[in-house]
């Protein structure tokens, strides 16, 4: 009972976490066109202000993954949230480009709570139903996404940006209290092993030895490479789409959300049908899908085509992480989970930092709907290799 009550809130601190980052985030540029950067800047200093945290998140990922497992998850989730309330305080308090540069590089050092609240929840959950409590989880994430920029969009215009991110602090640091008096850890005895292979190098020389972990975190990285490949130029295609007329940041939003709403609605049933039919096998069908219909995304000429067709890849793409991370817990042992979750979470803010470059690169040489073929072959050559490495070489996982 106690172990249920810990995931349930740990789903729900999830959903908070999720809200308060998309409440602020999406709403960065204009934000920094508040703060006075000039409006030919604006792109360039975007891209400075999202990389920094992924890049200081991505390396930092192993060494709070390690402290998780060394000093204890629940510490480590606490840590996190407590730090990322002040990072939105100190975003909220910026009065120029330089000071919010410096905020969400700090924003980055805290990064980490979703990661030790994965680690907490795939200890308490019952065997037999990770995949679906881990599905739950990821539906938390991805609900608190959708809902987070349409509270964003409305707390800002009614009490201004930098008031929106002090409600995001406050989300925060009541999260942090309520892991505090509500949550319960998983205690387990560090093995003399583990405690021999202490240094950071050594766990990424483990993960490198074994060959589902290594792939795994492969999957992680590039799939969320083509998530965000994706994102930038959705709203561009769009109004290209719709020839410029019309409202096409509403027509974005919507379409946008759409996936989101589609992952929600579908994440939950992959993990059954990983529990169930293979963890390897829900990512290969997931994977092919959701890269046979990005590929399809970039054939329709109408705006309704397109929406649908992000709604079909949502219901597909987002499905893939349950089961990888259910995987991700049953190829590692029990007192290396706070390290593999730090390490996917490391392999996504990699992921993070690559798809804008790549997206860009083809977007400037090829053209936007290009962008929607590549990632979706992509994820077609992530559906092959898992196939034919794990699927078809071992049907019985």
Not at 81 to 94: D, E, K, P, T, W
Request: include cysteine; aromatic fraction near 10%; charge should be positive.
């Amino acid at each position: 009972m106690v172990r249920n009550k810990s995931i349930i809130i740990l789903i729900a601190s999830m959903f908070l976490v999720s809200s308060g980052y998309t409440m602020v985030i999406p709403f960065l540029p204009l934000y920094l066109g508040q703060l006075g950067v000039p409006s030919e800047e604006l792109s360039l200093w975007a891209g400075f202000v999202f990389s920094i945290c992924f890049l200081v998140a991505a390396v930092m990922g192993p060494l709070w993954g390690k402290l998780a497992d060394s000093g204890g998850k629940k510490r480590m989730a606490v840590r996190a949230a407590i730090l990322l309330g002040f990072s939105y305080l100190f975003c909220g308090l910026c009065q120029n480009q330089y000071h919010l540069l410096a905020a969400r590089a700090f924003q980055g050092f805290a990064n980490g709570f979703v990661a030790a609240a994965m680690a907490i929840i795939s200890d308490n959950a019952e065997p037999g139903k990770l995949g679906v409590t881990l599905g739950m989880a990821q539906t938390s994430l991805v609900v608190g996404g959708i809902c987070g920029p349409l509270m964003g969009g409305a707390l800002s215009h009614v009490m201004g940006m930098r008031n929106t991110f002090f409600l995001s602090a406050a989300f925060l640091w009541a999260v942090a209290l309520t892991v505090i008096l509500f949550v319960s850890e998983v205690k387990k005895e560090i093995t003399p092993e583990m405690k021999e292979s202490s240094s950071i190098s050594q766990d990424l020389i483990y993960v490198w030895r074994n060959h589902d972990l290594r792939g795994l975190l492969l999957i992680t990285c590039l799939l969320q490479t083509t998530i965000l490949m994706i994102q930038p130029v959705t709203a561009i295609y769009v109004g290209n789409i719709m020839i410029h007329s019309g409202n096409i940041e509403l027509a974005a939003g919507i379409i946008m959300s759409s996936g989101g709403i589609a992952g929600a609605l579908t994440t939950t049933l992959w993990g059954k049908f990983g529990q169930s039919r293979g963890y390897y096998r829900a990512i290969f069908v997931t994977l092919g899908a959701a890269g046979t219909l990005t590929i399809i995304q970039s054939i329709p000429d109408s705006v309704w085509g397109f929406g649908l067709c992000q709604f079909l890849v949502g219901c597909f793409v987002i499905g893939v992480n349950p089961s990888l991370n259910a995987a991700l817990v049953k190829y590692s042992p029990s007192d290396f989970r706070g390290r593999i979750f730090g390490l996917s979470n490391t392999a996504q803010q990699f992921g993070n930092m690559i798809g804008p470059l790549v997206s860009a690169a083809v977007s400037i040489s090829l053209g936007i709907w290009e962008v929607y073929v590549f990632a979706g072959m992509i994820q077609l050559l992530l559906a092959g290799a898992v196939y034919f490495k794990r699927v078809r070489a071992f049907p019985v996982k």
